[in-house]
């Protein structure tokens, strides 16, 4: 089946710092990307939408100048925490789908520690 | 709107017993219904799919019936296995492929020897 990667896999960083995360679609073309925040023992949360060359669509609850979501190809998206804090630790884990079929792929996730 | 209810776990059972993870939705309109595994380390996968009422999805003896009457999409196996030990997720979609997903909170299952 399709791979989406992402990288790093893990990262710690102090706070106040940035953090980017990168979602990668190996062997397909990714027209949209999603990206979901996952708490322990909690669902995924969807954070926000990401269409190739548009802007990024948040849920509601999501500040998008905290996440900001580029989507500047068709097979890489990036997640940007800004001036991270220890709440922000979680989980962040993207998905991608190409040309309208039904299937989502899912990364193997990025697990951030905010000390 | 649009949610997804699975029982909670953690789920303990036996090499080759029967497993049953329940999973009830809300939505509007008509959903398509997933059930997702996330082995340890690993990213999730789709195990399998229904996309419209009566359908049955299976994949690697797992199996799940869409019950339109019940608004349900429960996970069955009938003899499980250590390597099955993960967590399985329930989720559903209203549109296309380009619609994000709404997953439950998830169920761990644990099969031991």
């Known amino acids: 089946g399709a791979v989406v990667s992402q990288h790093p896999s893990r990262v710690i960083c102090k706070s106040g710092t940035s953090v980017k995360i990168e979602c990668r679609s190996l062997d397909f073309q990714a027209t949209t990307m999603f990206w979901y925040r996952q708490f322990p023992k909690q669902s995924l949360m969807l954070m926000a939408t990401s269409n190739e060359g548009s802007k990024a669509t948040y849920e509601q609850g999501v500040e998008k100048d905290k996440f900001l979501i580029n989507h500047a190809s068709l097979t890489l998206s990036t997640l940007t925490v800004t001036s991270a804090h220890p709440e922000d630790s979680s989980f962040y884990i993207c998905s991608a789908s190409g040309g309208g079929g039904e299937t989502q792929y899912f990364g193997p996730g990025t697990r951030l520690l905010v000390l | 709107g649009n949610s997804v209810t699975q029982m909670e776990g953690p789920v303990t059972l036996s090499e080759e017993a029967f497993l049953t993870i329940n999973c009830t939705y809300t939505a509007t309109g008509y959903p398509s219904l997933f059930w997702y595994v996330q082995y340890p380390g690993e990213g999730l996968q789709l195990l399998l799919k229904?996309?419209?009422?009566?359908d049955k999805g299976s994949n690697k003896g797992f199996e799940a019936t869409y019950r339109k009457e019940t608004t349900s999409f429960h996970l069955e196996k009938g003899s499980v296995q250590v390597s099955d030990s993960a967590v399985y997720f329930c989720?559903?979609?209203?549109?296309?492929?380009?619609?994000?997903?709404?997953f439950g909170k998830g169920t761990r299952l644990s099969v031991i020897a």
């Open positions: 989720a559903l979609r209203v549109d296309s492929g380009n619609t994000p997903l709404v």
């Open positions: 229904a996309t419209k009422a009566d």
